[in-house]
């Protein structure tokens, strides 16, 4: 077996805490705090946790079928040498292009709500002139190392977790009616007034999917930093264990508790200005009484936009730096320093992110919007090719006499999970545009459907020009880019004849051990 080092330059410098801390609550910035905000007004409560739910339950699906990969090849630069390994090369460019979109559209929203943070707090400094601080220092951090990301990540994301946990505990007093002060308790009152749909019906759950996409994309993001993880065989299926407590906490319990504390037809949701951020969290708690208390939220939002802000550089920056080492984006982007940072794919993506100067400009705030909100359907399109690359390496697994028990890391309920991620991503990317055709809308119908022909045409261009070929299943290569830890991991029993982990559980324990 050929274990193949990790892509040339980069540093293994990830250690088992930092993934696991960024499956858990890594990724979460202001499009979950302020953004969902929009999605509650537009769905309700009701259609929040619908949307939350059925997306969380793709989620799930969708990182059992990464966790086998990225367990078994680790080295293969995320998506990108995944989608090469399996398919072809035209195909793993048009992955590798969309998910770079996803994090350059996140980056840029990222980049405005910290800046219109700092203006609401001072306006003396223009939101450029704040933007032009946060881009510096931003890139200065991001050139430290995986070392200091991964370290940043971990307190950034604890903290996360901690500030969440604390809104949790005010709802639930307020809801009760235990708040200093509080008249009446609030209980289920906006459930029943403007109601769980907020009067929208289907059409607000089917357009809370779109919000809901933007929200967990980055769970799939332990693929893209297992290449720079001491122990990936340890780390990734801990991460991907993880995943599932993040679905149920952060995602399913902040989609309760906005719907429970906040209104859906509250003006702030829709009207607020750019000078002061709304969020559920802030409605609330003014609702509640507490005025002042827009700061507090203020400050917790800033905290998640510089992990998002930091996630996001790193993300794009490693999805460019794997696309110019496959020879699918121009060469010196794939170069890193000797101390294994991918300069040029650095500065590239935080580059990019200077569409967030768009917002400066009241004319173009609405371009802006309909950039940003390309990472929704691009979500969609990598979580589909995620369950087809999964589905390909099976059929490949079993036609050259591979068996299960030869996996690190079995996902659950093959074959069925994997179609079923697959097929629900392909609906959830036809559907996802349908508010928009009745009234028709033709500037929200290009931007909910432009990335669609765009994926094939990018696979048909690299077919045509790269002359790659689809793979038959013998011929796919399933040693190459297998690696072992660095750090030996202990109480680990394995197959002498193959070299790899016994796994011989029952589907139930694999449940309970994936939770």
Known sequence: MNRSPIP???????????????????????????????????????????GFGVIGIVAFSIMQSLGELTTLYPAGGSFIGLGERVVDRGFSAAVGWNYFIIWAAVLANEYNVISSIFVFWSDKVPLWGYFLIFWFAFLGF????????????????????LGLTAYFIFAIVYAAGGLVGQQEALGFQYWRDPGPFNGKG??????????????????????????????????????????????????????????????????????????????????????????????????FIFIT????????????????????????????LGW???????????????????????????????????????????????????????????????????????????????????????????????????????PFDAGNFVDAYILLPIFPLIWILFKVFGKSHIKRLDEIDLDEGRRADLDVAKHVVVDDSTGARKNNATWTQQLLRSI
């Open 8 to 50: 040339p330059g980069v540093k293994r410098g990830l250690q088992n805490r930092h993934l696991s801390m960024m499956a858990l609550a890594g990724i979460i910035g202001p499009g979950l705090l302020v953004g969902s905000g929009g999605a509650l007004a537009s769905g309700g409560p009701a259609s929040l946790i619908i």
């Open 336 to 438: 890193t320093s000797s101390h294994g940072v991918p300069i040029p794919a650095i500065l590239l993506t935080n580059l990019i992110a200077c569409i967030a100067l768009l917002n400066v400009s009241t004319g173009a705030s609405k371009a802006y919007g309909y950039i940003v909100n390309l990472s929704g359907v691009s979500t969609f399109i990598v979580w589909a090719s995620i369950s087809f690359m999964h589905i390909r390496f099976r059929q490949a697994w079993k036609t050259q006499g591979r068996t299960t028990s030869e996996l690190p890391f079995r996902a659950l309920w093959y074959p069925y999970n994997a179609y079923f991620g697959l097929a629900a991503n392909i609906i959830l990317a036809l559907v996802q545009g349908w508010t928009t055709l009745s």
């Open 202 to 299: 289907v059409s607000g759950v089917f357009t809370v999917f779109v919000f809901c996409s933007t929200f967990y994309a980055g769970v799939e993001s332990v693929a893209v930093a297992a290449a720079e993880t001491r122990n990936p065989g340890v780390a990734v299926p801990q991460a991907i264990r993880q995943v599932f407590w993040r679905i149920i906490f952060v995602y399913m319990g902040s989609a309760f508790f906005f719907g429970l504390t906040c209104p859906a037809n509250s003006a702030d949701l829709i009207n607020g200005g750019s000078r002061v951020l709304k969020s559920p969290m802030t409605i609330a708690i003014q609702n509640a009484g507490w005025q002042g208390g827009v700061h507090l939220i203020n400050a």
């Open 142 to 161: 991001q050139l430290l190392g995986v070392e200091a990301f991964g370290e940043a990540e971990f307190w950034l994301a604890l903290i996360k977790l």
């Open 305 to 332: 936009c510089l992990s998002a802000v930091n996630s996001s550089i790193y993300i794009g920056s490693r999805t460019v730096l794997f696309l110019a080492q496959g020879g699918k984006a121009p060469r010196f």
